[in-house]
């Protein structure tokens, strides 16, 4: 009745396929890029062009990306 099409996508089976999926997200998408590239924690030019809250929250999944891969790398060894 009139509602959203349904997304048949599969969800990731294996840590690798979710890992390679946020890997993609954070090249496609520019501050998610930018906020990676950085190792100085300086982001107030981000801030004045994105605002704090996006910042902040696209940080926090970099920052969770990488810890994935830690956790990943120290499972697998």
Do not use: T
Not at 39 to 58: H, K, P, Q, T, W
């Amino acid at each position: 009745m009139g509602g959203e099409p349904e997304n048949k996508k599969m969800p990731a089976m294996d840590i690798n396929d979710v890992l390679s999926g946020i890997a993609e997200k954070i090249e496609r998408n520019p501050l998610l890029r930018e906020i990676s590239s950085r190792n100085n924690g300086d982001f107030s030019d981000l801030i004045e062009e994105y605002g704090g809250d996006r910042v902040l929250m696209a940080k926090q999944l970099v920052e969770s990306y990488r810890l994935l891969l830690e956790m990943n790398k120290s499972c697998s060894e």
